[in-house]
C-alpha cells in the first residue's frame, strides 16, 4: 500500500524540533501515573475493597491506597483522553497545512482511530484487557466530525455529557467488590495461557474498549476545545489561565478523592451505600479535575523549559514523543512478572511493591525511550500506526 507524496492522505511524520514541548512533556509524565494507575489491577488472591485495591490494608499501603486515590487513580485517564483529543485538533491542523480539506482530515483520523482499535485489542487479549488505546481509537472513529470540526459549544456540551455519566459511572464503581473476589480481573488468576487469553478477550471489550470510552469521551471533547486555544501550543501566552487551572484542578482532584480514599485505607469504617455512592461520584468528577490540573502543571513545566532542558527533561519528552511505544513496554513488563499464568507475582507483591515496581518500569521505559532519541529513532509502535494509517511513502522521483 503505497500512496503519492502529493495525496492528502499522505502527511510526513512532525519533525521532533517542531512538536510543542508541553504535550510531550505531559505524555511523557502521565504514562508514570497510568503505570501507577494500572499495577495495582494485576495484584489476586486477596480479598478486594473499594475500585479493586486490597481490603483491609495496614502500614504503608494505606498511605500507598490514599496518595493513588487522590492523585493517580481516576485522574491518569483523563489526562490521557485531554491530550488525545488535542492531539486531534494538531493533526487536523497539519492536514489543513497540507491542503487537506475537513472531509479528507475526519478520514484521515478515523481511519487512525479504527487502526488503534486493533491494535488495542491485539495488547488487550495477548497482554493486559484494560487496555486503553482501543478505546481512544473508537472515540477517533465516532467523534472525529465532533473532534476537528466541531463548535466549541458543541465541544463543551460534550464535555459536560461525559462528565455526568462519569460521575454516574463513579458512583456505581465504588461500591464493594462481590466477597470472595480476589482479582479485579480474573484473567490475573488463570494459570492457563490460552485461558487467560479468552478471559481477558471478554474483559477487554467490555472493561478496556467500552467501559474506558464511555469514561472518557467528555475529556477528549475537552482537549479538543483546549488545543483550539492552543493552551498547550502556546503555554507562554496562557500562563495565568494555566496557573489558575493547576491549583484548581488539583485541588479537586485530591478533595473529590479524599472521602473514598479514606474509605479505601480503612480509615472511614464501614461507609454507607448511600455515603459510598457519593463518594464515588465525588472522586470521578474529581478525576477530570486532576487531569486538566496535570496538563496546566505540565504546560507551565514547558514555559520554565523553553529555553533550555536538561537531561530529565529531555527524556521526558523523547517518552512523550514515544507515549504508545512505552505503554505497551510498560504492560509487556507487567505481565512478564505478575500475573497466574506467567512469574505470578502479583499473588505476593505487597501494595507499596507493586507501586515501586510501577515507579521502577517508567523510569526504565524512560531510559529507553531517551536512547531511542539519541539513536534518532521513533518509537516502532508509532512507525506502525504511521505506516498502517498513511500507507508507505511513493518513493523520490
Known amino acids: 500500500m503505497t500512496r503519492a507524496a502529493g495525496s492528502p492522505d499522505h502527511l510526513g511524520a512532525t519533525p521532533t524540533s517542531a512538536r510543542a514541548l ?10 508514570l501515573l497510568i503505570a501507577c494507575a494500572n499495577v495495582h489491577l494485576f495484584l489476586f488472591g486477596r480479598p478486594l475493597g473499594v475500585r479493586g485495591y486490597p481490603r483491609d490494608v495496614t502500614g504503608v499501603d494505606r498511605v500507598v491506597v490514599a496518595a493513588q486515590m487522590m492523585l493517580v487513580d481516576g485522574r491518569a485517564y483523563p489526562l490521557f483522553g485531554l ?7 494538531q493533526l487536523a491542523w497539519r492536514c489543513g497545512a497540507a491542503g487537506v480539506d475537513v472531509r479528507a482530515a475526519t478520514r484521515i483520523v478515523r481511519r487512525r482511530g479504527g487502526w488503534m482499535v486493533l491494535i488495542g485489542f491485539a495488547h488487550g487479549v495477548l497482554l ?47 461500591l464493594p467488590m462481590p466477597d470472595g473476589q480476589e482479582s479485579f480481573l480474573t484473567s490475573m488468576v488463570v494459570a492457563d495461557p490460552l485461558g487467560a487469553m479468552a478471559a481477558r478477550l471478554g474483559e477487554w471489550i467490555g472493561i478496556g474498549l467500552l467501559g474506558q470510552a464511555v469514561a472518557v469521551f467528555g475529556a477528549v471533547a475537552l482537549g479538543a476545545w483546549a488545543a483550539r486555544r492552543r493552551l498547550l501550543d502556546e503555554p507562554a501566552r496562557h500562563r495565568a489561565l494555566l496557573t489558575r487551572v493547576a491549583a484548581v484542578g488539583l485541588t479537586v482532584a485530591v478533595l473529590g478523592g479524599a472521602p473514598l480514599a479514606l474509605a479505601a485505607a480503612g480509615v472511614w469504617a464501614d461507609p454507607s451505600t448511600g455515603a459510598l455512592l457519593a463518594a464515588g461520584a465525588l472522586h470521578a468528577v474529581g478525576g477530570y479535575g486532576g ?37 505497551l513496554a510498560q504492560s509487556l513488563v507487567f505481565v512478564a512478572l505478575l500475573p497466574a499464568w506467567t512469574l505470578g507475582l502479583g499473588a505476593r507483591l ?8 510501577a515507579i521502577g518500569t517508567w523510569l526504565l521505559v ?8 539519541r539513536a534518532g529513532r521513533r518509537g516502532p509502535a508509532e512507525v506502525l500506526l504511521r505506516r498502517l494509517t498513511y500507507g508507505r511513502p511513493a518513493p523520490a522521483p
Do not use: E, H, K, N
Not at 161 to 168: C, M
Not at 366 to 371: I, R, T, V
Open 366 to 373: 524512560l531510559g529507553a525511550a531517551a536512547a531511542m532519541d
Open 22 to 31: 508541553a504535550p510531550d512533556l505531559a505524555r511523557g509524565g502521565m504514562l
Open 291 to 327: 487531569g486538566v490540573g496535570y496538563a496546566a502543571l505540565f504546560g507551565l513545566l514547558a514555559i520554565r523549559l523553553s529555553a533550555r532542558r536538561g537531561p530529565v527533561s529531555s527524556a521526558l519528552v523523547a517518552c512523550g514523543q514515544r507515549s504508545l511505544t512505552c505503554y
Open 350 to 357: 505487597a501494595l507499596w511493591q507493586a507501586a515501586l515496581l
Open 83 to 89: 491530550l488525545f483529543g488535542y492531539g486531534v485538533v
Open 128 to 174: 493486559f484487557s484494560g487496555d486503553i488505546v482501543g478505546a481512544y481509537g473508537l472515540l477517533a472513529v465516532l467523534m472525529a466530525g465532533t473532534l476537528v470540526a466541531g463548535s466549541p459549544v458543541a465541544l463543551l456540551t460534550v464535555t459536560a455529557v461525559g462528565l455526568f455519566l462519569t460521575a454516574v459511572f463513579g458512583a456505581a464503581g465504588a
